[in-house]
């Protein structure tokens, strides 16, 4: 790669020219004379990002940009002597992803690990979501950062894929929706996002050169509808392609996706960059509207200077891209000026991930135990006055998982444990449990070092690798019937924590969906012997994704749902538990008896070893469910396929208990124009205080015989906090354009003319009213793209 001439003028220029507080005239930049300033090679560098280090790019280069902001990602490429500086790109999800040390520096530069995306879906409150998306937002700007490489919000195509924890659902409504409050949150800094991975990133096997395999309906109906609700609301400063290809074509090399699709017909007027060595060929990327590629390769650099010699590429396409590259470095603080005061409120921020943790926790199950003498408990849940010791197993409940692993990870300052967390509670925790797990859990740790440093003496890149991949956790510890007896004898209630870790690179196993072999022996004996005993057993879920339920849910008294809830986990869960907040957040994803009932697993890399690519280096094979995956399931995805083919499942979409009970009343629907305006009052007819979630679904008049599913979300809302006998009334709004499905003979949003029904549920199987109203037909045209090259057996109804 060719040293442009700008770098070597160093960074001070740039900064000097930046006005430094934020009420300054706003910086802009003369995009006319910096073009014209600029080689065909200035343009290619710009358009990539800086390289790196051992990998790509220009070790100056890399070495100055490195230390903007330590751990970061990347950034784009600097051109000092223009006064356009590098801006600085950083994960992730769950809260920015920096190094938290810097060397020869005292200081620390600890983020604010906040709940998965799953968890923050699952509370299907958007206002919060903005709330942790502005705290997330602060953090960003405090520390330097310019653009937030998040959220991530890929369908849940699978329960198995490793990512799952990173995105929001397997319905692209309730995805799209929390996705956009996100953007939203962050952006009110003025720091940018990048939504991403667009599209179709829904397996980590082979994630660089697999591919998609996508009917156009399910394509518009399912994987591309929430990034196209995220972006039109929320308007993302960046936009992320994925590794994948798509039918045929890598995303960032795909006119049809980036160009086509986003930007003509959804207006997005952002820059879009690649997923990290995402893509091949640079001159292609720039063709299709791909503007930058991150970190970028010398390859692509090539690609693209050959590519306009050669006329492969037009140099028209090349400015248009630098262009959109320079209007995301003229937004940034950085080149605003902003004086970043790397000190953000991470206590104000710890406080807004305990609670917005504790309100996407899941209740499943709260039941009433009966005695060997035929009496009946209350509920376990909330704790009440009588329990105050706490016999806690499962290793991770000593040490709770606050996120997954990899780009999604923070690099937080602490985790509370549920341990913690009891103890904050003012509850008492059994010594003797506390000693025995901590010592089991610091030789697993051990080992687990130690077989690490042994893989590095051999094959040091491996060991990175690693280090950076999620590895087991560790076997249950057993203990015997008499040390459980004894343990019961003295504790007022048992807890088992069951633990989950995932990230990318890696799809789950079908071991990791099933409870392992000490796991299932831990739950049966301490319900046992705490059932005889007169005690009662609560399973948390410290878990990143869907796990097997149906075979053991009968065992234990009550089931939480915590997924992994951030740095304030065990804090979260605590208050859940006590009752101070009443648990509110329902399931965004369908929990099935086996993960083979749901569809797609019949087409997905289920126990499949593939060697990493880190650099996309691999070429496309043809080896089924990992060099392509064929979508059979079509649009029938989660609860669209288990509630159409009346599959049954363990727990369905939608669902999620609270300490009190609701009743619902007075729906109606009113229809102007183009609007269906649907209220509801929701009452709470329990003791305790809580929030009800209410789901709207549509069900088409043509359902059964078009191939639609029976019913679709469309919207939903959450109650305030409503008192015991309090009330509230719920609009939920649907426009007629959103009764429309996918008709690809047509290339069109086609709406079928009739009486549509509209469902208020309670969870997608739990419907508590049906209300109907008419529409009249109507087309809107799409354009006919991204057609699979492939006939594949897609499953309809009737089939
Ligand atoms: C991940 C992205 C992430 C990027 C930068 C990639 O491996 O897929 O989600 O933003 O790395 O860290």
Not at 527 to 536: E, I, M, R
Request: glycine content about 8%; hydrophobic content about 35%.
């Amino acid at each position: 790669m060719k040293k442009t001439m700008f770098f070597a003028l160093g960074m001070v220029a740039m900064l000097c020219g930046c006005s430094t507080n934020t009420s300054a005239p706003r910086n802009t930049i003369d995009q006319e004379e910096v073009m014209a300033k600029l080689s065909l090679e200035d343009k290619a560098h710009f358009v990539i990002g800086v390289g790196m280090a051992g990998f790509s790019g220009d070790d100056a280069v890399i070495g100055a940009t490195k230390n903007l902001v330590p751990g970061a990602a990347g950034t784009t490429y600097p051109l000092d002597s223009l006064g356009i500086p590098a801006v600085v790109l950083a994960d992730g999800p769950a809260g920015l992803r920096i190094d938290a040390k810097r060397e020869g520096d005292s200081a620390t530069y600890y983020c604010t690990h906040f709940p998965i995306g799953t968890l923050l879906a699952s509370t299907w409150n958007t206002k919060l979501v903005e709330e942790v998306g502005q705290a997330i937002g602060e953090e960003v700007k405090e520390y330097g950062a310019d653009v937030l490489l998040a959220p991530a919000l890929n369908i849940m195509r699978n329960p198995l894929c490793g990512r799952n924890f990173e995105y929001y659902s397997e319905d692209p409504v309730v995805a799209g929706k929390t996705a956009a409050a996100y953007i939203t949150g962050v952006q009110k800094n003025d720091v940018g996002t990048s939504i991403k991975h667009f599209a179709a990133n829904n397996q980590e096997t082979n994630r660089m050169n697999t591919d998609a395999h996508i009917s156009q309906r399910a394509l518009r109906e399912i994987y591309l509808k929430g990034f196209e609700i995220a972006i039109k609301e929320a308007k993302p400063w960046t936009v992320m392609t994925s590794y994948n290809y798509i039918n045929g074509v890598y995303t960032s090399e795909s006119k049809d996706l980036v160009t086509t699709i986003l930007r003509d017909e959804w207006g997005y007027e952002g820059t879009v960059m690649t997923d990290w060595f995402g893509g091949k060929d640079g001159a292609k990327q720039m063709w299709a509207g791909n503007d930058m590629l991150q970190p970028g390769k010398n390859e692509q650099f090539d690609s693209i200077v050959a590519g306009v010699r050669s006329g492969k590429l037009a140099e028209a396409d090349l400015d248009l891209c630098v262009k959109r590259v320079l209007n995301l470095v003229e937004r940034s603080p950085r080149y605003q000026g902003y004086k970043f005061s790397n000190k953000p409120d991470l206590k104000a921020h710890a406080a807004v991930t305990r609670q917005s943790a504790a309100e996407g926790m899941v209740l499943m199950k709260n039941g009433q135990m009966t005695t060997d003498n035929g009496q009946s408990a209350a509920p376990v849940l909330p704790f009440g006055e009588n329990i105050k010791n706490v016999a806690l197993y499962g290793c991770t409940s000593y040490d709770f998982i606050a996120g997954g692993t990899g780009s999604g990870n923070v690099n937080h300052a602490y985790v509370v444990s549920l341990l913690d967390g009891l103890k904050n509670g003012g509850y008492t925790v059994s010594d003797e449990l506390k000693t025995a797990y901590e010592q089991y859990i610091t030789e697993a740790k051990e080992a687990k070092k130690k077989a690490i440093e042994e893989m590095a003496k051999k094959d040091k890149q491996a060991a990175m690798l690693a280090s950076f991949l999620p590895g087991s956790l560790p076997a249950e510890k057993q203990f015997t019937a008499d040390e459980l007896a004894a343990q019961a004898s003295v504790a007022d209630v048992a807890i088992i924590t069951i633990g989950r870790i995932s990230g990318e690179f890696l799809d789950r196993k079908s071991s990791d969906f099933n409870l392992s072999p000490s796991e299932r022996q831990l739950v049966e004996q301490v319900c046992d012997v705490y059932h005889k005993a007169g005690k009662q057993v609560v399973v948390l879920l410290n878990i990143g994704g869907v796990i097997e339920t149906a075979s053991w849910k009968e065992l234990p008294d009550a089931i939480l749902c915590a997924w992994q809830a951030g740095q304030e986990g065990g804090n979260s869960v605590v208050d859940v538990l006590s009752g101070k907040q009443s648990p509110s957040g329902k399931f965004t994803m369908t929990w099935p008896v086996n993960f083979t009932d749901a569809y797609s697993s019949k087409n997905f890399p289920i126990d499949q070893e593939v060697k990493i690519d880190m650099m996309n280096q691999g070429q496309k094979g043809n080896v089924k469910n990992v060099d392509y995956t064929d979508y059979e399931e079509d649009i029938y995805v989660g609860y669209r396929y288990f509630d159409s083919f009346e599959v049954p499942v363990s727990y369905p979409f939608g669902f999620g208990l609270s300490y009190t009970t609701f009743e619902y009343s007075d729906a109606k629907i009113v229809q102007k124009n183009d609007i269906y305006d649907v209220t509801v009052t929701v009452k709470n007819t329990g003791k305790y205080e809580g929030k009800e979630v209410v789901e709207l679904y549509i069900s088409a008049p043509d359902n059964k015989t078009a191939n639609k599913p029976t019913k679709e979300l469309k919207a939903f809302a959450k109650t305030k906090l409503l008192k015991p006998g309090e009330n509230e009334t719920l609009t939920l709004s649907v426009t007629a354009p959103e009764l429309a499905s996918f008709d690809e003979a047509a290339s069109a949003w086609v709406v079928a003319e009739g009486e549509y029904q509209f469902l208020i549920g309670a969870s997608s199987q739990d419907i508590k009213a049906t209300l109907t109203a008419p529409a009249k037909s109507f087309q809107t045209k799409a354009n006919d793209v991204m057609k699979p090259q492939e006939q594949m057996k897609l499953l309809k109804r009737g089939s």
